[in-house]
Nanobody
Framework: QLQASGGGLVQAGGSLRLSCAAS????????MGWFRQAPGKEREFVAG????????YYRDSVKGRFTISRDNVKNTVYLQMSSVKPEDTAVYYC????????????????WGQGTLVTVSS
């Protein structure tokens, strides 16, 4: 299972680091992704990372501001959010891509409970 944490209230321009901790099995061979869903909007892909950490992917609106990383020893994936904007406000979820890629188009499963990020202007 996956559990996202680290959300909270942050001012625009600030930083926040989200964590996605895995339990029950190792996710070291899975690609991992972060998604978000804002009120009244569809869930969208934010960032993904391959099983090795060698490839990362981002939606355009967060490129240069967010960084995804992973620690396979700790079975944890991170999303470092910097220069946050009010439009980043959403519930953030992590999920696993068993194929190992972590692409936005990958088929994800093992969705964890989300963590709410609220950015104030």
């Amino acid at each position: 299972q996956l559990q996202a944490s680290g959300g909270g209230l942050v001012q625009a321009g600030g930083s926040l680091r989200l964590s996605c901790a895995a339990s029950g099995r190792t996710f070291s061979t899975d690609g991992m992704g972060w998604f978000r869903q804002a009120p009244g909007k569809e869930r969208e892909f934010v960032a993904g990372i391959s099983w090795s950490g060698g490839s990362t992917y981002y939606r355009d609106s967060v490129k240069g501001r967010f960084t995804i990383s992973r620690d396979n020893v700790k079975n944890t994936v991170y999303l470092q959010m910097s220069s946050v904007k009010p439009e980043d406000t959403a519930v953030y979820y992590c999920a696993a891509d068993p194929a190992g890629y972590g692409l936005g188009s990958s088929r994800y499963e093992s969705w964890g409970q989300g963590t709410l990020v609220t950015v104030s202007s």
